[in-house]
Structures are given as structure tokens and as C-alpha cells.
């Protein structure tokens, strides 16, 4: 093959190559926790203890919420391959083969009947390739093999080959690799988005969970609060059954007690559905269901809710959040990205003015025929010097001698230009409308922020003044058992006192859930929540 097919099919090749080994720009090692469910809770006798910790990552393994938007995030991330996609190159071919017989009234027909037989194989192959700086390129070889019984066809058969390499680039609109590289870029920036909101969206969920974790350790609680309040009732009816027995006391004070013993059993029994309540909320988070064996287990929380005292200074937590609000720098990155949107739509206001430009080189080769027969008498004719086989062309092509050359200027205005106009327009509007977002942002975070801040400090105070109740209703309990052994209190009075010692004990349940739940909100409203839990997203997810 000689020298410039040679070229051509090496360009050919090099760009093949190129598309087979070339690592895909967004591959990154997406690392994932393979730790099973397993590994994760422990089952004993159908019951699972299960640290929050566990929880969390459960969450994070299994939670279909989080599974959603994780899928979303990635359809996001396949925009920008697609943006890529419009600077692949493109390679095209076609082989083709016509054949006409068709009447002729000439006396140039062919030598023997008054028709003329014709046939052509072509083979027509390109490269293609569009440039960020809005540059389009075109290199085409054509090559041609023509046979013909026309008596003045010279070359029988013709082989004829043509290699052209085009350009166009534009001189305003679509001028620039900024501009070229618009919508790469806006793609991009919402896959920045979609990754943001997505920390958010798990940062909601596991706080979430471990809400549910909470809520279903303060049920576990109030249940045994209540249990312990009919125990005691228990107790004292059977304390009342053995003094009526023994003479002591009256028989109609029975009935006090069995009702009290009625009531606080409804209770238990509302607790203990309240329990499963929150077993099944819990289960629900960390799609347990999605395994049969842990549809009837026993989850039991482990930790137990952190009671010492936390100061948060509000201005240090507002400025965290500015920083660490996973919304607040998507908030940031539309701006970024309608920005973007202004310039390339600015860009398409102007008129089109291209330069264009080819240059080519053209060969013709075949076996000489004489076309003396097709002019008479007058002229004899004389025989093709083109002479070689199909190879030859390239020869002829490859010297230089045979060239054609082309460069002008394309222009395009649409004189209302309407479209265009109204879009570059709505970008405005639309960048203008992305920095009010990102100020009423800062607004609801401040105000989510304080709320947070005042939440903990209040929950926190609550605690101290449930541990006080507490106290003194044990105390009290304990004084009026006393008064009622030496005759001093009534059945109604002890019963009264166990009933306030059960409810400080599940407020003090209550107010200490209530605590953690606050400091998780905290760390969710600064973005911290993961950092403070000691977990982290995927390697493609951060």
C-alpha cells in the first residue's frame, strides 16, 4: 500500500485504539462496605442486641431511601459522558455497487448497440470530529472503480480516488472552548449538586434512624416504667388480700387496689404495642424486612442516651453550618452553574459566521482505451496517459500535483432572533432567581440553626429537672409506704405516689431520648452528622 493510504488507515486505526483503551473519565474506585448483616447484629435466642452505631451503617448499607438517591446521583453523573460524547469521533462508511443499461441517441454510444452500460463501485469512508472550541473537522477518502462501454471513455476500467480534509470554525457563536465546553460544565455542576444533595438526603435518613432508635429505647423504657408501676400494685393487693385475710383491714379496700391493678395493665398493654410500634419503624429504616429472618425478632438497643452537657456556642454552629451544609453548597453551585448558562446564552445571540476551508488531493489511474473509433475521421484519437492499476491512484495522489483547494465565509442571522433572545433572557432571570435561593438559604439556615441550638440547650435543662422529679418521687414513695405501715396514709395515697413515680420515670426517659434526638438534629442542621457518627460515604459518593 502506498504512503498516504498507508496515513489514512493508520489515523483510522489510531482513533479505533484509542476508543478501545481509554478509561472512562468519571471510573473511580466506588468501595463499599461488604460487612453483611451478620457481622452487624447479634442474634441470641431471637433477640438482636444493636448499637447505634450498627444501625447507622445498616442504614447506610441498606436503607432504600438512601439506595434511591444514590441511583439518582449516579443517572446525574451519566450526563456528563453524554455532554463528552458530543467530541467523540465519528467514523463512517459505505461501500456501494451501481450498474445502469440505458438507451442513448448519440453517436458517442457504444460501439455496438444504441445503449450505454455503465457501473461504479464506490467506497466512501470518514473521520469526523467536533472540537471544544466549537471547531468541526472532516477528513474523507473516496475511492471509485467506473466501467463503461462509451466509446470515448479513455480509462476502461477508471479507478479514481480523492482525499479531502475539511474544516469549519466558528468566529461568534459557538467560538470558544469556555463556550464549547458549556454544557460539559453545567453537567458537571449537577452532578456536584446531585452529590450534595445527596449527602443531605443521607444525613436526613440517618437521622431518622436514629430517631427511630431512640424512640423505640424510650418505649423500651416507659414499658418497663409501667411494668414496674403494676408490679407494685401487685404487690400492694396482695398485701391487702393478706391484712383482709388476717382481720386488719376492711375488704372494700380491695376493689381500690384490683382497679389500679385493671388500669395500669391497659397501660402495660399500650406500651408494649408502642414497643413493637417502634420495632417495626426501626425495622423499616434499616429494610430489615428484606430478609425473613428478622421479621420477628427483638431488636434491642444497646447504647444508652448520652447525658452529659454540651455548650454549643450558636455563632461557632452557624459558621459550621456555612461551611459544612451539603444544601447550602448546592445552593452555591447553581449559581455557579446558571452562570454558566448566562454566558453560552449570551453567546447564542450572535450571528453565525463561519470560516470554512478544504484542502484535497485527487488521483485517476486505469487501462488506456482508444477513442479514435468515437470521433470518425476528423480526430483519431490518442490513449489515456493516466496509466496503473487501482494502487496507482494513490501515487498520483500522494505527489502533490493534483490538489483542490477551498475558503469562503458562511453567514447566519435570524433576523428577529427571538429564541435565542428569550432564552439568554431566562438565564438571566434564572441566575438571578439561584442567588435569591442561595441569601433565603442563609436565612432558614441561621433560623434551623438557633431552633437546633435551643433545642439541645432545653432538653438538656429537662433532664436535670426529670432526674430532680425523679428523685423526689422515690423519696416520696418510699415515705408515704412508710406512713402507710403505721396507719398514717390510705391505699389511694401509695397508689397515687407509685402512679407519680412511674411517670418520672418514663419522663426522665423521655427527656434524656429527647436529648440525643437534639443533638443529632444539631449535627444534621450543621452538616456534621456523619463526621460526628464516625461514618463516611462511598469513594464515588463524596
Known amino acids: ?223 418497663a416504667s409501667k411494668e414496674k408501676s403494676l408490679q407494685r400494685a401487685e404487690n400492694l393487693r396482695r398485701e391487702f388480700k393478706i391484712r383482709i385475710d388476717a382481720g386488719t383491714l376492711a375488704p372494700i379496700e380491695i376493689y381500690q387496689a384490683e382497679a389500679e391493678v385493671a388500669l395500669r395493665t391497659q397501660e402495660v398493654i399500650v406500651a408494649r404495642a408502642a414497643v413493637k410500634e417502634a420495632e417495626d419503624k426501626l425495622k423499616t429504616a434499616l429494610n430489615l424486612y428484606d430478609n425473613q429472618r428478622y421479621w420477628d425478632i427483638t431488636l434491642i438497643p444497646t447504647d444508652k442516651p448520652a447525658i452529659e452537657q454540651r455548650a454549643p456556642d450558636m455563632a461557632n454552629c452557624i459558621q459550621t453550618a456555612f461551611e459544612k451544609r451539603p444544601d447550602f453548597a448546592e445552593a452555591k453551585l447553581n449559581i455557579k452553574a446558571a452562570d454558566v448558562q448566562v454566558k453560552y446564552s449570551k453567546n447564542q445571540t450572535l450571528p453565525r459566521i463561519d470560516l470554512v476551508g478544504s484542502l484535497g488531493t485527487s488521483g485517476i489511474a486505469g487501462r488506456p482505451a482508444s477513442t479514435a473509433g468515437a470521433f470518425g475521421l476528423l480526430y483519431q484519437g490518442t490513449k489515456s496517459p493516466w496509466k496503473g492499476h487501482w494502487d496507482k491512484v494513490y501515487d498520483y495522489m500522494d505527489n502533490g500535483d493534483f490538489y483542490s483547494y477551498l475558503i469562503g465565509i458562511k453567514i447566519e442571522f435570524p433576523l428577529e432572533n427571538r429564541t435565542a433572545r428569550s432564552q439568554y433572557a431566562k438565564a438571566k432571570l434564572q441566575s438571578a432567581q439561584a442567588v435569591t435561593g442561595l441569601k433565603n438559604m442563609e436565612n432558614q439556615i441561621i433560623n434551623e440553626v438557633r431552633d437546633a441550638v435551643r433545642n439541645v440547650q432545653t432538653s438538656h435543662q429537662l433532664i436535670e429537672s426529670a ?55 444539631l449535627f444534621r442542621v450543621q452538616g456534621t452528622l456523619l463526621e460526628e457518627k464516625g461514618l463516611m460515604l462511598d469513594a464515588g459518593s463524596n
Request: proline content about 2%; charged content about 25%.
Open 1 to 223: 500500500m502506498k504512503r498516504i493510504s498507508c496515513i489514512f488507515f493508520g489515523i483510522i486505526t489510531l482513533f479505533f485504539l484509542k476508543g478501545i483503551f481509554a478509561v472512562p473519565a468519571n471510573a473511580h474506585d466506588n468501595k463499599t462496605d461488604n460487612r453483611t448483616d451478620e457481622t452487624l447484629l447479634i442474634d441470641n435466642n431471637n433477640q438482636v442486641s444493636i448499637p447505634l452505631k450498627s444501625a447507622l451503617l445498616l442504614a447506610l448499607k441498606n436503607n432504600l431511601s438512601i439506595k434511591f438517591e444514590g441511583l439518582k446521583k449516579d443517572i446525574d453523573e451519566t450526563e456528563i459522558m453524554r455532554e463528552k460524547g458530543k467530541y467523540d469521533t465519528l467514523f463512517s462508511g459505505q461501500w456501494s455497487k451501481n450498474r445502469s443499461v440505458t438507451q442513448v441517441g448519440s453517436a458517442l454510444g457504444s460501439s455496438s448497440s444504441p445503449t450505454v452500460m455503465q457501473e461504479r463501485y464506490t467506497l466512501d469512508t470518514r473521520l469526523q470530529k467536533k472540537f471544544t472550541p466549537g471547531t468541526q473537522a472532516e477528513l474523507k477518502l473516496t475511492h471509485e472503480e467506473f466501467m463503461t462501454d462509451v466509446l470515448f471513455q479513455g480509462l476502461k476500467p477508471q479507478y479514481k480516488g480523492e482525499l479531502i480534509a475539511s474544516i469549519t470554525q466558528p468566529l461568534l457563536k459557538d467560538f470558544g472552548i469556555s463556550i464549547g465546553e458549556s454544557m460539559i460544565r453545567i453537567a458537571s455542576l449537577n452532578f456536584e449538586m446531585s452529590q450534595q444533595e445527596f449527602k443531605k438526603k443521607v444525613m436526613d435518613i440517618l437521622y431518622q434512624v436514629e430517631a427511630a432508635y431512640w424512640d423505640l429505647y424510650f418505649a423500651i423504657q416507659d414499658r
Open 467 to 521: 432526674t430532680a422529679s425523679l428523685r423526689l418521687a422515690q423519696e416520696k414513695l418510699k415515705a408515704e409506704e412508710k406512713k402507710y405501715n403505721v396507719g398514717m396514709s390510705t391505699a389511694h395515697d401509695v397508689l397515687e405516689f407509685q402512679e407519680d413515680l412511674a411517670k418520672a420515670e418514663s419522663t426522665l426517659a423521655f427527656a434524656e431520648t429527647s436529648y440525643n434526638k437534639a443533638l443529632a438534629n
